[in-house]
């Protein structure tokens, strides 16, 4: 297994170059994606990135860890609400320093960070597990069952799976109002239901298309594309964010 030690405060302060040239091994190009037995493509894997980007697939480098969500896109084509603006620019005057993600809690559906990901796929199960952040974990029912309404205000929310083709489809609704999308700042409310596409059109790259549907933030849904690549022969580490947040008093803006 390949060691590797990564500081995420660190790498979000690193030049844009050097955030591009930190990435894994890659998978050969123009295979296939795997398949289940039953025919459905298979996630399964370690993989690292991501890349948001206005495009399908996005174009790498930039802001290629999630600091900004909308990377590359035109300010009109996010549709922020005047009081969701007003709620980012008091975060980002405050330097961001009532992120969730930089005092320890979940970084919440859809937003990734610079740790690799790791899909374990079943029938009727699809799970995704996070290296970092607070090693939270996703679950997504592909058994059929429908929104259990008593998943309401939480950070990953209740998510659903459903097949079109190739592409998984992942339905989310019952989230709270405490995540940030990215370190930027744009907000997420109760109110949010996203809706994730992913494909799998070779065996080293998930493209996901994102569909975020936020009333109490947005005046309208909006789409972002997200791809990451397949990790060969990696796995997830240990890391536990409390032990490396060790200076939490200092964490503040101005």
């Not at 996630?43 to 206005?54: A, C, E, I, L, Q």
């Not at 790498?60 to 300010?75: C, E, F, L, S, V």
């Not at 374990?120 to 799970?127: E, N, R, Y």
């Not at 809706?195 to 972002?224: F, H, Q």
Request: aromatic share 8%.
């Amino acid at each position: 297994m390949k060691v590797r030690v990564l500081l995420a405060a660190a790498i979000l302060a690193l030049p844009v170059a050097a955030q591009i040239n930190n990435k894994g091994p890659e998978a050969p190009k123009g295979l296939p994606a795997p398949r289940t037995p039953d025919g459905h493509i298979d996630f399964s894997g370690v993989y690292y990135g991501p890349g948001y980007g206005p495009s399908d697939p996005p174009i790498r480098g930039g802001d290629t860890i999630a600091r900004n969500i909308t990377r590359g896109m035109k300010p009109e084509d996010v549709p922020l609400l005047p009081s969701a603006a007003e709620l980012m620019r008091q975060r980002q005057a405050q330097n961001s320093k009532d992120d969730p993600e930089g005092l320890c809690l979940p970084m919440g559906t859809p937003r990734r960070d610079p740790y690799p990901w790791k899909i374990v796929q079943t029938p009727k199960l699809l799970l995704i597990l996070f290296e970092g952040n607070v090693h939270s974990y996703r679950q997504v029912f592909l058994d059929g069952r429908p929104h259990d309404p008593d998943v309401v205000d939480t950070w990953w929310g209740d998510s659903i799976g459903t097949w079109d083709g190739d592409t998984l489809v992942i339905d989310t609704v019952g989230m709270n109002d405490k995540a940030w999308l990215d370190l930027l700042g744009h907000p997420r409310t109760e109110k949010a239901h996203i809706i994730e596409r992913y494909t799998r059109p070779e065996l080293g790259r998930i493209n996901m298309e994102i569909t975020i549907d936020d009333p109490g933030a947005y005046s309208r849904p909006w789409k972002v594309y997200e791809s990451s690549q397949l990790a060969p022969g990696w796995e997830i580490l240990e890391y536990i964010c409390t032990e490396n947040n060790r200076d939490v008093q200092h964490l503040v803006g101005k």
